[in-house]
């Protein structure tokens, strides 16, 4: 889906992200789980730790 900023409704301010950029996680059941700001690297790997693990 692709929502957009528009008719006096600013998305930005409302959900207090970032103009620059935001990670946006939505599950299979289209739940939103995180918003992050793009630096917000070590956040979203720790996100994803319990789901995901390192094969070698």
């Not at 599950?27 to 979203?44: G, H």
Request: glycine content about 10%; cysteine-free.
């Amino acid at each position: 889906k692709v929502f957009a900023n528009g008719l006096g409704n600013d998305i930005f301010d409302a959900r207090g992200i970032s103009r620059d950029g935001a990670v946006v996680v939505v599950r299979p059941d289209q739940y939103v789980a995180a918003v992050m700001p793009l630096e917000a690297t070590d956040e979203f790997a720790a996100f994803f730790d319990g789901v995901f693990t390192l094969q070698g």
